[in-house]
């Protein structure tokens, strides 16, 4: 009588014949297929687009490889993890200039972000660092935080009442909304100060103030700085397609998936009535509204609910000759105060990263520069009664038109003069600009879809539109439920009967 397999060997017989299909190849898409072709499963993924990684993207400008997308991830972490499991680990670069700047203060100055504040509010409105955002009447003001009751502080979730409660308009309007703004495209009316900032609520319960709980909340600090890679991002993509394909996976590009279905004997992904691929296993990794067309049908209303309206960032990289740039007068990233001006903030690429000012030689520098969609004059996008009913001012068409814009906007918010002239070659990208994991009703609508998918066996949605934006968020997510579904299938299919 033939022995029985041992479990082990039972398990991975199991995950030979469990069929993985991705439909997405962005970074999340990617790191899915990885989690399950490295335990053995065959591994098919399909990219719509002719190009992998999704918002991790590079073109030539004026003879320049740049990162026109993602560029950089959460120091540490699951994205380091990767990293290192890839074989990358030599490559990773931090930072020469991080500093933030805000600018469009008074009389048109600008100043880089205190050092001792959180989500931009400060720890002490009386601080030197402080005072050209919020002058003497505004410190005035933020400091009747100090003085007045406590009351409900602890209860109050929305950042922007929060702030403005505390430590008024000044602070509101100068330092942090710029800062929620130009980073994640939300308006602070739109945060939750739970997700935004770990700890904060309680430590407002304890110090009985808001920038007492900053200075509570910064006691200790560690972290939070950012990585890279030599070279920008792209060689994650490249090694992660790479690993792929040495373990027998197949990626495709150009191949639309425009329904999915399901089977007494698993998914089918199709193109129309084709049938493009066929899965035990079914990951949906694609931008928000494509993820909706496929997803609603089976997994509900939770769906849609989660990607109506989603804004988009257009990112304008500019390759300028500025000599006046070399010093970085204005730091890594500078964004504006809500006024007149459309962009929401540059990126001085080559202030950032060493490699890439290397790669620009002398005098010659890149600048990123994003443009949110839809694009609500500034000053009226951000406030908590118009963040939605506004009516969107367009981006012209003409990448030439929207790069002059960039151009001229750069200039201001940098306060170096750079003229048509110095331009020597622009690009221009568009993307999906998901929420934040810290705005508000983002976790209870990603738990809503992520509950109506479970109830699906072999059916799995990742991406940021779920995770919430930035690399960490999107590359633990992708693993984790990668390793839920994985976990679902091949212990289910190896259960007794």
Known sequence: MPAAPEPFDELMTH???????VVGGGIAGLVAAWECAKVGMPVTVLEASDALGGTIATAEVAGIRVDVGASCWTAGGVVRELVDELGLGDRVVTPVDDRTWIAGLAKGAAAPV???????????????????????????????????????????????RLVRSRMGDAVLE???????????????????????????????????????AVADLLVGREGGGVESLDGGLAPLVDALVARLAELGAVVSTGVRVTGIERDDTGWRALDGH?????????????????????????????????????????????????????????????????????????????????????????????????????????????????????????????????????????????????????????????????????????????????????????LAAVGAWLSGSGLAQVVADARDEAERVRRAALWASSAPD
């Open 114 to 160: 205190p050092r001792e504040s959180v989500l931009g509010i400060p720890a002490n409105p009386w601080d030197e660092s402080v005072r050209p955002f919020i002058g003497w009447s505004g410190a005035w003001r933020a400091y009747l935080d100090r003085l007045r009751p406590p009351l409900t502080i602890g209860k109050e979730l929305n950042l922007g």
């Open 174 to 212: 100068r330092m942090v909304a710029p800062l929620s703004l130009g980073r994640f495209g939300v308006s602070p009316y739109r945060v939750d100060v739970s997700a935004a900032a770990p700890g904060l609520s309680s430590a407002l319960t304890r110090t009985g103030s808001l920038g007492g």
């Open 274 to 458: 084709e049938v493009v691929a066929a899965a035990d296993i079914l990951v949906i990794a694609t931008g928000p509204q494509d993820a909706a067309a496929l997803l609603a049908p089976h997994a509900g209303t939770a769906v849609t609910v989660m990607t109506d309206a989603s804004p988009r960032r257009d990112v304008v990289t500019l390759v300028v000759d500025a000599p006046a740039l070399n010093a970085s007068p204005r730091g890594g990233q500078v964004y504006p105060v809500p006024g007149p001006i459309r962009t929401s903030g540059v990126v001085h690429a080559t202030a950032r990263w060493s490699w890439l000012a290397q790669a620009a030689g002398p005098g010659r520098h890149v600048l990123n520069v994003a443009f949110d969609r839809p694009s609500a004059p500034v000053e009226s996008r951000w406030r908590e009664l118009d963040d939605d009913g506004t009516a969107a001012a367009s981006l012209p068409p003409d990448g030439a038109a929207l790069a002059e814009i960039a151009r001229a906007e750069a200039s201001a918010l940098l306060g170096v003069p750079l003229g048509a002239d110095a331009v020597r070659g622009w690009h221009r990208a568009g993307f999906d600009l998901p929420r934040p994991a810290s705005a508000r009703g983002h976790d209870d609508h990603a738990t809503a879809v992520r509950t109506s998918v479970a109830k699906l066996p072999g």
């Open 15 to 21: 995950a030979r014949e469990t069929r993985v299909v």
